[in-house]
């Protein structure tokens, strides 16, 4: 088991939240544990020779040719040159056509450009999804379903299979290319009845950590959830972390999926790094339940840089969504 200890004080007036609920608590020194071919046998040969006893028959000798008789002779014209014979000949009589050169489909042609996009439902109210794209391999592609946005990458043929959770019962999603071709497909969800979610989502270094923390359970004990945590015993909902990060300008987002538990709260966490210290980090944070979708930008003012290494601690941002979704 997790053994997590943490040191948090409340930071004032140092951040604000888009949503205008939320606190920021600072955390100092965290400590948390979080088919060969078969190879062709020439079979052994033998040379014969020979033996002494194995002559040949001798063969009888040839008769000698009959003479020839004595022709007399005979004046020959003499035989014009071949370039006068050519000359002299009709010239159609050379005019053969040339055969037309043979095209063999596959060779030399083109690549077949054009894109198909599929879309399955997978178990779990999950939208499973199949790209076709070969005339984009190995391309940064960004995916997104009712306002959840993050990237992903095709493969060296320009195919992608990626799976994103669902957000309503008839889940629409484009794919959308660097140039700006894009690409959408919708499919149904026969179990999404009853799914509520949250996610968070960001861009690049401005990132987040969702944590959520079930009947009442504390950092590192069964009931807290998230993409670092799944797996442990007596958790009902998970966290899915979403997005390829390798790509140019990553999008990524972490997803809470409610499970049964009577009581849920939802905290995010920012860390404090070198690449966001002293300026304000953006993001958004989704609430879908029933298919009703409800998204919120999220900002924060981050301190100094010499709070590298704490951690701001947002909480009550699912109770101010509720509230805001209601009004």
């Keep these: 088991m997790m053994n997590l200890l943490r040191k948090l004080t409340l930071i004032a007036g140092t951040g604000a939240v888009a949503l205008g609920a939320g606190h920021f608590v600072q955390q100092k020194a965290e400590t948390r544990a979080t088919a060969d071919v078969p190879g062709v046998v020439v ?14 028959p001798s063969l009888p000798p040839l008769a000698a040719p009959a003479a020839l008789p004595d022709l007399p002779p005979q004046d020959l014209a003499p035989v014009a040159p071949q370039a006068d014979v050519l000359a002299a000949a009709d010239p159609d009589l050379f005019d053969v056509p040339v055969a037309p ?10 690549p ?24 984009h391999p190995d391309q940064r ?12 990458r095709t493969s060296a043929s320009g195919a992608l299979l990626s799976t994103l959770p669902a957000l309503k019962a008839l889940a629409q999603v484009d794919v959308i290319f660097a140039g700006g071709e894009r690409v959408r497909d919708t499919v149904a969800l026969a179990d999404f009845s009853g799914v509520k979610r949250f996610a968070v989502q960001w861009q690049a270094s401005d990132a987040f950590q969702l944590h959520a923390f079930e009947n009442g359970a504390r950092y590192g004990h069964p009931g807290h959830i998230s993409s670092a945590t799944g797996g442990m015993s007596g958790q009902t909902g998970t966290v899915t972390l979403l997005g390829d990060a390798t790509v ?43 298919g009703s979708v409800k998204i919120s930008d999220l900002t924060l003012a981050m301190p100094d840089c010499d709070a590298v290494g704490d951690i701001l601690v947002l909480k009550n941002l699912l109770e101010d969504m509720t509230l805001a979704t209601a009004n």
């Design 43 to 56: 079979s052994d040969i033998s040379p014969v020779a020979a033996g002494p006893g194995d002559v040949a």
């Design 101 to 110: 050169s043979l095209s063999v489909p596959g060779i030399g042609a083109a």
């Design 112 to 135: 077949e450009c054009d894109v198909s996009l599929g879309l399955v439902p997978q178990p779990g109210a999950m939208i499973g999804i199949s790209l076709l794209a070969p005339c």
């Design 141 to 152: 592609v960004v995916l997104n379903h009712s306002g959840l946005t993050v990237t992903a």
């Design 248 to 290: 140019d300008l990553p999008l990524q987002a972490e997803v809470y999926t409610f499970g049964a538990a009577a009581k849920t709260e939802i905290v995010l966490e920012a860390a404090i790094t070198q690449a966001t210290c002293g300026r304000e980090v953006l993001g958004e944070a989704i609430l879908a339940v029933d």
